[in-house]
């Protein structure tokens, strides 16, 4: 049993490695859901919709919303809401939006949700969001407190990053299944996301943290930076403000006393001894996913390497 989490853009490529992989069986992902928010009176997912999208092969290259995509309804919006369009939903995306929205109104679980949606785009990959919950990451500037799209988009991440904030995650619960896979597991990654906006919102949740510090499983972390930045996105920028050194062994940092073992890029070899001398399994090798060979064989390395770590504890407990 292989349990992932992660989160949008980068991480939605090594889970798209790990479903063309030989351990696609047993895996089950586990998406934020930090990011989501309301636009227009429809609940939007984005997490979830790039990891699907990315699955169904539908993904548009720029990391997130349908290839092939139009905005006549934006354009129409643009008029109706005032210009208030920073955030840009496409034709078809506002189809998978509306249909979530209507289903929660039914009161239908994001879970269930997630789950039709992966029937109807074919995908076989177990993928469950963290929680049913309403969780937000709210992003805590000098200029005030804003939502993460608003930070990321609106806004151009143009603000000091002073404090980040789990809004509703202490008292939520984690979807159901995600404890029992925790549970099951024997190896549990961290996909290469924003470790501060996309694990660290499902590691808030206490009773899932907590569940993965008492694991018996084997934890593993790809790196999101490679040579002292990310391939995309604010992380770097946000590690950078909240006073984490933007390396591998920032990553380590952040994730205090959770990981048996780290998978860096060829690009950050120097870090190799400072992260076995703490005490880590380290895998370098080759983490940019710029194809899709590339995504499978990364998630194919990270899996035999998680898995010979917990070979050698076993052998160590002898
Ligand atoms: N990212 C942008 O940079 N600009 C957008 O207008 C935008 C719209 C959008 C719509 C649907 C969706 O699922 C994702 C969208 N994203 C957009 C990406 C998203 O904001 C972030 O990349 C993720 O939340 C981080 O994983």
Known sequence: MILTLA??????KFVKGLASSKHKE???VVINTGDDFERFGLYISPDIDINLYTLAGLIHEQGWGFKDETYNTQNVFKNLYDQDCWFNLGDKDLATH???THLLRQRISLTEITKELCEKLGISLKILPMSNDRIASYIHTPEGRFHFQEYLIQRRMSDQVLKI?????ANASPSPGVLEKIA???????APSNPLVSIGPILSLPVIKDAIKKSK?????VSPIVNGGVIKGPADRMMRDMNIEVSPAGIVDYYEGLLDGIV????????FSELKNRG????????????????ESLANQVVEFADHIKAKALKQNI
Do not use: C, P, W
């Open 264 to 271: 860096i890029d060829f690009q950050d070899e120097q870090y």
């Open 165 to 169: 904030e789990y809004h509703g995650a």
């Open 98 to 100: 509306i249909y979530r």
């Open 7 to 12: 989160g949008g853009v980068g991480g939605s």
């Open 26 to 28: 047993d895996v089950t």
């Open 280 to 295: 880590l399994e380290v895998l370098v090798t080759n983490t940019i996913m710029d194809s899709d060979e590339k995504k």
């Open 217 to 221: 499983a084997r934890v593993v972390a």
């Open 184 to 190: 099951e597991a024997n190896i549990i990654l961290f």
